[in-house]
């Protein structure tokens, strides 16, 4: 993974500079992610325009299982507040789980800024509030 300043380290041409080192970088950089593009409907280019990110990563329906999935697996709600909120948790979480299978709880993985941004257009807040990525709690 390749983090650079500005926005010269995007390849894909759909990233923004992230206000956080986690999250500059992109999807084309990212060995598990071009693995997606080569899948179904080969793919070249940005990830979030692959024919599948849409209805695994974007679709409601698909986010309210797969949020719901997790709220009984794990036993306990983890958004509270407006839809677009737990659409993006969910969205985050799908990408994950899409491109990387499952990596259990407190195991994480910063976003490419493409998809970040991608997410955040289609679900935003309304005071442009995001709470990027967190690195899980080291107590447990």
Known sequence: MHVRQGREWCECGNCVEEETWENRYCCQQVEKINNKNKEGP?????VTTHPWFEPAILN???LQIAYWQYVSQYQE????GAIERRYRYTAYRQFVRWCWGFLGKDRRIPMPSCVMKKIRDVFPDEANNYTGFKYPPLDR
């Open 42 to 46: 080969q793919h070249t280019g940005c």
């Open 60 to 62: 409601p329906a698909t």
């Open 77 to 80: 709600h983890v958004v509270e």
